[in-house]
């Protein structure tokens, strides 16, 4: 019996797996669940290979050869008559074998063979499935095979594997024009010279079958799933770089094992966890099919292994710790990867999967034997390069060298420096748990808090707290303790208490002014950002270190850009830049404020800058949960700003699916329940914004507002418009309240949008003040929109609508656009208007009208299909008789058409069409 599931697939139940079109799971299993013995198959679609199928369609019905003779003309000759087939060129796993499947499908007249090395010394053991029982007795063998075959379309997959006669019967077939070949090799196997000479003679075309770019990835990932959490799409191409079926085994293996699992609609890994180990029948298909790790040659494999827990590793250090000619062979084999990298040259695994199979089945006393290796190497060379701090800390950890803390403590350093938490707290619970003492404690709590694993880092703080510390420890200990006790307990009464003892118990200037610091940042978090900002002005007065300065200023750009200052904001957010350094404690606020400021401002475009130079970060980086949920959560709130609902709530459910005990969930749940609103989806918007609800209280207040703006559109989706006014005042009114200037300009737009001319005039007096008092060019938009719909004014409305298109807000334009229709006092100006709202409406991806009051009544332009194809062309800039050559009629009648157009639309001329009908 199958059902849809959320994220698009097509499910079965079975009882045993599917190899031939699907992809098998248990579904998400958690931890104490009962798992069920039946698995979901789920359909794994031909995708992303388009072009390679109609080629091949092309080569077998003879339709490349005409395209070929078309084009060339010369007569006679291979070039006159064109290819008779493809040689279809690729690595294993590349999707050769899928892409046959596919035409075998589209395709059923076509004769499969298949190379094999079973039947590589038969005479015709390739073809012998395709040639009659039986041959004469007296008959030509030759003249059997050949006439058996004559006619036919012939697929042979793996033709690389050819046994010789095949090959040359095959060959002789298509010079002579008898067939036509696909023949699918595996790159590096060698070609058989009867299908190497008709690709040298143009007979057969050459085909060449890359592995997916990244990009590509993503869309199969889509194509199979459903929406994907990007950082995950990422990591499933790096892992498999792009080859298709070890793409499908590690999904499917993932998806069986729990590792990739569906979370409100989108899949992706559970948050926190790190990818296992390759399933076996990855680590299988890697051995036998892809890597050809060579199991007969153990000495071999141990190469593999070495660099596979060494990589990258600089050519000489190998050289000197394994046999050359064996490094040779394995390079050889395809198995290393040398590159040249400045004027250092480095040896890695050839792909990915092959360093994580050699590592997962490599005997623990093996494993144990070669990181000590490494270590002895790397210490020896000097530990020169860049990161051999923190590999030689794990190679110390894997190798059980664990008798000093002190390289451990320096190797968790450095792994929190690149933003590998995961790896921080392995290196600092192992430098602890051998006597680092408090120094190693502080770095684990430090490590678990910003993993978001508040209880055990609570833990930690509470074990050393009565350790002996230096006043320097003390405050940091304290900043950790208030750290994990707001953004992750929740309980802010209880972070400023330890924070303002710190600031009592030690005597140092710089150290109080450190625990200050981070009052302020605890104070501003809550929302009383003029608390925030009295509090730092006197710290700032102060003379502190560069980075603490810094982070000081991350803290005061966020409170003076939610308090209507974003040019200040900016400001500080660039000098901040200068003073900070690279740990995540500074990377992640210094980000969070430059997104503020941007937004705030206005500049949607900057506001996207600083999410992709977030994100690119943290492509870079190791496992740090927190920061990729930061990052969608900007990413879908310049999506819903921009007036894209759908693309919005993705990025808001991913962020939801990999949801953790932090900060983000209101905002991530109050995001969704926005747009789930704007998308008309009222169930949906209802139950994130009372999931959100349920975790506001706890939360940090300036998050709530996020969640508070989305409350009026939630009541406006459920049909309760008058009450969805009221909201939007009430949040206007607590928002300046608050002193907070950007959510009050908001909200009292939104009085007007959901009230229309009444409610702008409602609003307007105050509208005027507040954007008066507030920085940036959305300030400025919001407030000429309000004041011209209140006064009814069309020219103004008209003006609204191509400021707001200038800066980004496309939802805001075409509502300004559709309140121009509205108050016009003539009818060909309304139309012209109408047509603009549309076509501004239409780019809001996701939207549906109906639940943004201004856009419910509007009209789609009546122009006839006719109409909209002639005018589709004019916007392009092609004169009338171009149009009528195209469409095969008269330039009169698209001069006529085109004037039907200018009516219906309101507009003068040819010259208006492209901005009426942008899509």
Known sequence: ????????????????????????????????????????????????????????????????????????????????????????VGAAGAGKSWLIAEVRRTLPELLVAEGSEAARSTPFGALAPLLPERMAPDGNRWRWAADALAGAAICVDDAHLLDPLSATLLRRLVHDGEVRLLAAVRTGSGTPEGLRRLTEDRLLGRLELPSFTSAETAALLTAALGPVAERTAARLHERTRGNPLLLRELVLASIDSGELRLEDGTWGAAPGQLPGPP????????????????????????????????????????????????????????LLAVADEGRRTYVRTAHPLYAEVAAARCPRVRARRHHRALVRAVEAAGARRGGDTLRLAQWRLAA????????????????????????????????????????????????????????????????????????????????????????????????ERVLIEAESAVAEPALRWEAGARRVALVGAQGDFGAAL??????????????????????????????????????????????????????????????????????????????????ELLLRCGDWP??????????????????????????????????????????HLGGAAHAAALAGDAARAEAYLAAADRGAAAAPVVFDHWTELARPWVAAAGGRLTQAVELARSVAEGARAGGLAGFELLALHDVARLGGVAGARAVADRMREAASAHEGALATACAAHVAALASRSGPGLWEAAREFEVLGYGLFAAEAAAGAAQVAVDAVAARAAAARAHALAARCTGLSAGAVPALAGLAVPALTPREREIAALAAQGLASRAIAGRLSVSPRTVDNHLTSIYAKLGIPGRSNLAAVLAP
């Open 626 to 667: 927190v920061a990729e949920r930061s990052v969608d959560a900007l990413y879908g709130a310049v999506l819903l700003w921009r007036g894209r609902p759908g693309p919005a709530l993705t990025r808001f459910r991913a962020g939801i699916a990999a949801r953790g005990p932090g900060y983000y969930d209101t905002s």
């Open 1 to 88: 019996m199958g059902a849809v599931c959320p994220g698009g697939l097509l499910v079965h139940l079975a009882d045993e797996s599917h190899w031939g079109g699907g992809i098998r799971s248990s579904g998400s299993r958690e931890r104490g669940r009962r798992s069920y013995h039946r698995r979901m198959v789920v359909s794994w679609p031909f995708h992303g290979r388009a072009a390679e199928l109609d080629r091949a369609h092309r080569a077998l019905t003879g339709r490349e050869a005409a395209v070929h003779s078309a084009t060339n003309r010369a007569p006679g000759g291979w070039a006159a008559a064109g290819p008779r087939g493809v040689l279809l």
């Open 400 to 495: 059980g060298m664990t008798e000093d803390p002190a390289p451990l403590l320096a190797g968790a350093r450095d792994a929190w420096a690149a933003y590998d938490t995961a790896a921080a707290v392995r290196l600092a619970e192992a430098a602890r748990d051998c006597g680092g003492g408090t120094e190693a404690a502080l770095l684990l709590a430090e490590a678990l808090s910003w993993a978001e694993r508040y209880d055990e880092a609570e833990r930690v703080l509470g074990e050393c707290a009565g350790s002996p510390m230096s006043d320097l420890q003390r405050v940091r200990h304290a900043v950790l303790r208030a750290h994990g006790l707001s953004w992750g307990l929740r309980s802010f009464a209880a972070a």
């Open 279 to 334: 399933p076996d029948r990855v680590a299988d298909l890697v051995e036998n099919r892809v890597g050809g790790y060579g199991q007969d040659r153990p000495e071999l494999r141990e190469v593999i292994e070495l660099v596979s827990f060494g990589q990258p590793l600089e050519i000489s250090l190998l050289l000197g710790m394994a046999d050359p000619a064996l490094v040779e062979e394995a390079e050889a084999r395809g």
């Open 534 to 615: 009295e509090l730092a002005a006197g710290l700032l007065a102060e003379r502190a270190d560069t980075r603490r300065t810094g982070a000081l200023l991350t803290t005061t750009a966020v409170a003076h850009a939610y308090t209507g200052r974003p040019e200040e904001a900016r400001s500080e957010v660039r000098r901040a830049a200068e003073l900070l350094g690279r740990e995540p404690a500074e990377v992640l606020p210094l980000r969070l404020a430059e997104f503020a400021a941007e937004f705030w401002a206005g500049r949607l475009d900057g506001a996207d800058r600083a999410a992709d130079a977030f994100a």
